[in-house]
């Protein structure tokens, strides 16, 4: 005799314990973090099949390998009840992690301990966070004859890398200063800051500063110098152009 099997492929499994979302998020609001922030760890776990499970498991928050918080699984409803999920909040101290440039820390939320579950496949999620890392400087360059007459000015673009995806150029403060060569007696007092980033959003975006030295300067050569801020008050290293111009 011939024995035929018919399967519906839509049906729920009778258990279904699964991962909805599981948010990580620094607790000042920050969009990355640095070392020793406080981050907020979000998971909500969902009874997706067709029966209610009761069965135990416990919900665990895990990073590098280790599982630092967890929670027992609740009774879950079926599918269709109104107490079908359950959510689970805990939070991490970041004094441990060293930021590293273009640094992301991943955390694992994860069900275990199931007993029937249909689909083990969606029991892990994972969740990552930036790193707002120190941002460095490019070296300034002159936008002109590096010779400046009496009574002339110059230009000097400035650019920069914020070293990670928290930061843009246009979240990073720049400052600009010149000495005569050699002597390291920085000052801003001949710098014109600018008002606005030049050329936001292309591969041309920078910062246009310009020299515009007194009349009783003394002629020669000069270094100039730059380095930026990120949002985070996090300072970078000054980057000198030494003999950048000369005065005339």
Not at 17 to 45: C, E, H, K, R, W
Not at 237 to 245: G, I, L, M, P, T
Request: a negative charge; glycine letters at 10%.
């Amino acid at each position: 005799e011939d024995v035929y099997a018919a399967a519906d492929g839509t049906m729920q499994p009778p258990i279904d314990i699964s991962m909805v979302s599981f948010n990580v998020a620094n607790q000042d609001g920050a969009p990355g973090f640095m070392s020793g922030d406080t981050l907020d760890l979000d998971v909500t776990v969902r009874n997706a099949g067709a029966d209610t499970y009761s069965d135990g498991g416990t919900i665990q928050i895990c990073y590098d390998n280790a599982c630092f918080d967890s929670t027992p699984l609740n009774t879950l409803s079926n599918a269709a009840g109104s107490s079908n999920t359950q959510t689970f909040s805990t939070t991490f101290d970041t004094s441990s992690i060293v930021n590293t440039a273009n640094g992301l820390t991943g955390f694992k939320a994860q069900v275990v301990g199931l007993t029937g579950d249909g689909n083990g496949a969606n029991n892990v999620q994972m969740s990552y966070i930036e790193h707002d890392f120190t941002p460095a400087t490019d070296t300034p360059i002159a936008d002109g004859d590096i010779a400046i007459p009496r009574g002339g000015t110059l230009d000097f673009d400035v650019t920069g890398n914020p070293r990670d995806g928290v930061d843009t150029m246009a979240t990073m403060t720049p400052q600009f200063e010149v000495s005569p060569s050699g002597s390291s007696s920085w000052s801003s007092d001949w710098v014109d800051a600018p008002m606005s980033l030049t050329a936001q959003g292309t591969q041309y975006e920078r910062y246009v500063f310009t020299v515009e030295p007194v009349s009783t300067a003394s002629s020669g050569d000069y270094d100039v110098r730059a380095r930026f801020t990120d949002a985070r008050g996090q300072v970078g290293d000054w980057k000198v152009a030494s003999a950048a111009f000369s005065l005339m």
